[in-house]
């Protein structure tokens, strides 16, 4: 996986800009569709909630896609927010190959 500086796009960005914008639905008719709430759906479009196996098997099976396309997504920003703060960061640094640590 490439990793850039530049923060990769988020889930909450594509749902609303590439599939709720464009297909002209909202948050509620989502929710509807997908069987969950309207607050879980805001949750994910606002990027406070992170994107479930579950979550991602119902977002392909909305919008006709695949659920790996959502958790790579969701994982990209994972591992983007782990690298880029500080205290995380720091906390993946101090990990040694299995190898090094048995010496």
Known sequence: MNIT???PVTVGEIITEEFLEPLGITQGR???AMGVSR???NELCTNKRSITADT???LAKVFSNTPDFWLN?????DIW???HTPKRLARIERAKPVRDAAA
């Open 81 to 83: 927010a782990a690298l």
């Open 39 to 41: 607050k879980t759906v």
């Open 56 to 58: 991602a098997l119902m």
């Open 73 to 77: 997504l969701q994982q990209r920003n």
């Open 30 to 32: 989502l929710a509807e």
């Open 5 to 7: 500086k530049r923060k």
